[in-house]
């Protein structure tokens, strides 16, 4: 099983930008589908989490700006970003969490000038 994240690039300020992440294999049982990032020098930091029902939970520091969503056989995890800010900018990685483990991508880099 792989995840692929892509979307990632240069942005100015204020601009938005739409992350993919789409898995190849099979996994069973996806408990929930999850975004993260990590900027240079800093630890990894959840964004936001959509689980099997639909529902969705945000980090404080992208609530508003954010949004995640996936297709319906649970096989891409998007991440509509808006509002950018310099603070955003980072490697943002998908994460696939079943009942007894979870998977991860390679992350895709998030630019964003001021």
């Known amino acids: 099983v792989q995840l692929q994240a892509s979307g990632g690039g240069l942005v100015q300020a204020g601009g938005s930008l739409r992350l993919s992440c789409v898995r190849s294999?099979?996994?069973?049982?996806?408990?929930?589908m999850r975004w993260y990032r990590q900027a240079p020098g800093k630890e990894r930091e959840w964004l936001a989490t959509?689980?099997?029902?639909?529902?969705?939970l945000y980090a404080d520091s992208v609530k508003g700006r954010f949004s995640i969503s996936r297709d319906r056989d649970k096989k891409t995890v998007y991440l509509q970003m808006s509002v950018l800010e310099p603070e955003d900018t980072a490697s943002y990685y998908c994460?696939?969490?079943?009942?007894?483990?979870?998977?991860w991508g390679q992350g895709t880099l998030v630019t964003v000038s001021s």
């Open positions: 294999g099979s996994i069973i049982g996806i408990k929930a």
């Open positions: 994460n696939f969490v079943t009942a007894y483990t979870d998977y």
């Open positions: 959509i689980i099997t029902n639909g529902s969705v």
